[in-house]
């Protein structure tokens, strides 16, 4: 199996009762902005190289977000926030995002979720967050061979990584370290495989942005850390 497989295979995951209703109903209900658009409705795969050496891992795909476009932060403030800065520190080929199709590129980095379908209030539970997980440790195990930093934005990616970092072949570390803007963690490989460098930034929801508790400053100096370490 590879990350194209994979992907297929997430895109059709109907484990979540409750997620798989809401997706559905925000694709039904729609924004009035998006009234004449097909939402996407689905689980949204990753995003990026096969060979990337970095990640970035957020938390789950926004209502009339991605699960209107289906690429991870494509369609919302949180991804327009994230890609201007990817394009500064030179990741991503051009700094909007906003649909399948309109050329944007990675370079070197892979986006991912450890969840995949919206939910209520931006909030899964520990159950969905738990479902999902096998989905994020596939796509990591298979990244394992060149990936090197993830930059976990916000406290609920870094809980739900660490376990799924554990599974797909890093050793989780002890104490569990805890997550801060600039928190930076090793995790050495369970093998001969290489290290990963765990690097924590606040969420670029609009709450952190417009209260200026997240800057394009604070978001690229971890980008550059990132790069810096892969
Ligand atoms: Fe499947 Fe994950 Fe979506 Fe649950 S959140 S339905 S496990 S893809």
Redesign the pocket.
């Known amino acids: 199996q590879d990350l194209v497989e994979l992907g297929d295979s ?1 895109t059709r ?4 009762p409750r ?2 209703a809401w997706r559905e109903q925000a694709a039904r209900e729609k924004r009035p902005a998006y009234r004449d658009e097909q939402y996407w409705a689905r ?1 949204v795969p990753g995003f990026g190289p096969d060979d990337a050496s970095i990640a970035i891992v957020g938390l789950a795909p926004a209502a009339h977000g991605s699960n209107r476009t289906g690429r991870m932060f494509t369609g919302d403030r949180s991804g327009d926030f994230l890609f201007e800065a990817l394009h500064a520190v030179g990741l991503a080929s051009q700094a909007e995002a906003t649909h399948l199709g309109d050329g944007l590129e990675l370079y070197r980095t892979r986006m991912a979720a450890p ?3 919206a939910p209520p209030e931006n909030k899964p539970t520990p159950q ?1 967050r738990d ?2 997980r096998h ?1 994020l440790a596939r796509e990591f195990e298979l990244l394992r061979p060149t990936l090197r930093a993830v930059v976990v934005l916000g406290a609920f990616g870094w809980q739900a990584l660490l376990p799924v970092l554990a599974e797909a072949g890093w050793q989780a570390p002890r104490p569990r370290p805890r997550f801060g803007h600039g928190a930076e963690v090793v995790l050495p490989a369970t093998d001969e495989g290489a290290d990963l460098v765990l690097l924590g930034c606040f969420h670029p929801s609009p709450h952190n942005t417009q209260t200026r508790r997240l800057t394009q400053e604070m978001v690229r100096e971890v980008l550059r850390r990132a790069i810096s370490r892969a």
Not at 13 to 16: D, H, V
């Open positions: 997430i995951c109907r484990a979540c997620l798989v689980p969840v995949r379908c969905e479902n999902c989905w």
